[in-house]
């Protein structure tokens, strides 16, 4: 560990702070349908989708029909995005000649893309045709991430309102978080990133002479598009195989750090869009502290263990550390134009927003490293979550350590004037169970399958950890790899893409139920018996709940990965 690699994490936080307010409260004005300064350019636009759309904008929905909007969307897109793939090779824009893609892939691929996991078994610049990355991939960062926030407005909406039976409209929802926020956003930092050097373009793949006189293919395509909003949608699909690692996907440290703020700024911004929503913003201030000690400490336990590197290379040298010969720390897997400590930050927060970008291998960190990831998925996502996904996932944990801290000092439970009754409870046992469910029956049926452990590179405790790594990926629509599995086989394609279908849309489902029901209840005045929200003691009581329902879900599978690979690594 160094001061400078300390400093680098301050600086990315504090930075990172500096933008909650300001977009927060941006965010909250789109979604009222407050005039911004962007109104008088976008708001034309706005009334002409609407206008062809056929959706009346003053028209509510309840949370049923919000819900069905939600799922027939998304499968629309799952059907357009798999036909796109299929066919691609009749298309255009495909300057390097790639046939259709298997089915099996292409169905997994389009599921993974509109659920916003962006999980790919493919290597984007071999696979991918430039239509198929700009009009299908693209296009669902853009959509899968709108109606991820779009869900989260409902859930606020619900809040806010007193014997109500409508959550608002899916379509406006949709309309104005692609239109107001995501597209100018994404436009700003996709040229930021071609004048950093992220490629742009049109033309097929260049060739190139090497020293030794052999040709190298090197690819090109209409990356910074791509790249700009997969991190700011929390989508994490790299146009290149190897993703925010490649130098045409994020050549600088200067990239690097603008695209860790890029897929964060938005999930912390909106503690501060709910608490203007809520008319009381400490509840999003309380919410954001929580997420921050989370992240913080998750991202300083992964740069410890980086730093400190692999003790069993001591024995390969006389007399010697395991830091005197990895005097850096373990960069195994990592770029030498990031280095360890801005590595291990993008490692941690990429799983904590359900980004799921990289830019090192995963598979390369040292047992507690590579566990730091894991548990940032398994936590639920919610510090602070991908866009929209993660703020309604803690506001889960919220009504559930208000309902549980309730219950045992006697107050009653309640949250922002809303009373927690039974039925809120059932629909959020639902939404915290749903994920290990699928998780760890989907890694456990892995481990039991010949065919399946065949696509495991390594034997034992980590072979195990990179089949559990990649369910939770899937179930937690986060897509990041631990790369070293041969995941794109019929097995892995087919069972990946059932655990995204579940863990996107059977979370959606009972959240909008949710929605719904606290719509339905009165408010009630604040009294001496409603428990306080937003004091360090809740945020603690808060962070608590989140770990141990983390722990208690996952220890005993971490324990036959990570945990019992680092004991075997440290010669216990």
């Keep these: 560990m160094t001061l400078v690699g300390w400093l680098q994490i301050v600086i990315f936080f504090g930075l990172l702070l500096l933008v909650v307010k300001p977009l927060g409260a941006y965010m909250a004005r789109v979604y009222g349908g407050e005039r911004t300064f962007l109104t008088p350019i976008l708001r034309p636009v706005e009334r002409l989708v609407f206008r062809l759309a056929g959706v009346k904008a003053e028209e509510e929905m309840d949370w049923k029909r919000y819900t069905l909007a939600v799922l027939a969307f998304s499968l629309v897109g799952v059907f357009f995005l798999y036909i796109l793939q299929r066919v691609q090779h009749l298309l255009p824009l495909n300057p390097m000649g790639f046939g259709p893609v298997a089915p099996d892939l292409a169905l997994n691929t389009a599921v993974s893309f509109v659920t916003n996991t962006n999980w790919q078994a493919y290597g984007g610049e071999t696979t991918m045709s430039f239509l198929t990355q700009m009009m299908g991939l693209t296009v669902q960062n853009f959509l899968s991430a709108a109606a991820g926030m779009a869900v989260l407005m409902a859930l606020i909406r619900a809040f806010t309102r007193h014997q109500a039976s409508t959550v608002g409209n899916f379509w406006v929802d949709l309309t104005r978080g692609t239109l107001y926020i995501f597209l100018p956003l994404s436009f700003l930092l996709a040229l930021t990133l071609v004048a950093s050097g992220v490629v742009q373009t049109l033309a097929p793949s260049a060739v190139a002479t090497t020293l030794q006189g052999g040709e190298q293919v090197i690819a090109l395509g209409p990356a910074a598009s791509q790249v700009a909003i997969k991190h700011l949608g929390t989508n994490g699909g790299g146009f290149f195989n190897a993703n925010a690692a490649h130098p045409f996907e994020n050549p600088t440290p200067l990239t690097n750090l603008l695209l860790m703020l890029a897929e964060t700024a938005i999930p912390v911004a909106l503690t501060y869009t709910f608490g203007r929503m809520v008319g009381n913003t400490r509840q999003g201030w309380a919410i954001l502290a929580a997420m921050l000690v989370l992240m913080v400490g998750f991202t300083a336990l992964a740069y410890s263990a980086e730093a400190a590197g692999n003790p069993r290379l001591a024995a390969l040298g006389v007399n010697q550390t395991a830091s005197a010969l990895q005097p850096g720390g373990n960069m195994e897997g990592k770029e030498l134009r990031f280095g360890i400590a801005p590595s291990a930050t993008f490692a941690t927060i990429t799983t904590g927003t359900s980004s799921g970008a990289i830019n090192s291998t995963h598979d390369s960190f040292t047992p507690l490293g590579g566990l730091i990831p894991l548990v940032m998925m398994q936590l639920g996502e919610v510090a602070p979550g991908g866009v929209g996904s993660g703020l309604y996932g803690m506001l889960v944990f919220v009504l559930i350590a208000v309902f549980v801290a309730g219950l045992m000092v006697g107050r009653t439970p309640e949250y922002?004037?809303?009373?927690?009754?039974?039925?809120?409870?059932?629909?959020?046992?639902?939404?915290?169970?749903?994920?290990?469910?699928?998780?760890?029956?989907?890694?456990?049926?892995?481990?039991?399958?010949?065919?399946?452990?065949?696509?495991?590179?390594?034997?034992?405790?980590?072979?195990?950890?990179?089949?559990?790594?990649?369910?939770?990926?899937?179930?937690?629509?986060?897509?990041?790899?631990?790369?070293?599995?041969?995941?794109?086989?019929?097995?892995?394609?087919?069972?990946?893409?059932?655990?995204?279908?579940?863990?996107?849309?059977?979370?959606?489902?009972?959240?909008?139920?949710?929605?719904?029901?606290?719509?339905?209840?009165?408010?009630?005045?604040?009294?001496?018996?409603t428990l306080p929200t937003t004091t360090p003691l809740f945020i603690a009581w808060l962070i608590v709940v989140i770990i141990i329902v983390g722990a208690l879900n996952f220890l005993p599978a971490l324990a036959l990965g990570p945990v019992i690979e680092h004991l075997i690594m440290a010669g216990v």
């Design 416 to 529: 922002l004037g809303k009373k927690i009754e039974p039925f809120e409870m059932k629909m959020a046992a639902l939404i915290i169970l749903i994920m290990p469910i699928v998780v760890l029956g989907l890694t456990a049926l892995a481990v039991s399958l010949d065919t399946a452990r065949a696509s495991i590179s390594n034997p034992g405790p980590h072979g195990f950890s990179q089949v559990l790594y990649a369910f939770t990926s899937q179930g937690n629509n986060n897509g990041s790899a631990f790369a070293g599995l041969n995941v794109n086989t019929p097995f892995y394609n087919l069972t990946g893409a059932l655990a995204m279908f579940i863990s996107r849309f059977w979370l959606i489902i009972p959240t909008l139920a949710l929605a719904g029901s606290l719509a339905a209840k009165k408010k009630v005045p604040i009294g001496v018996g």
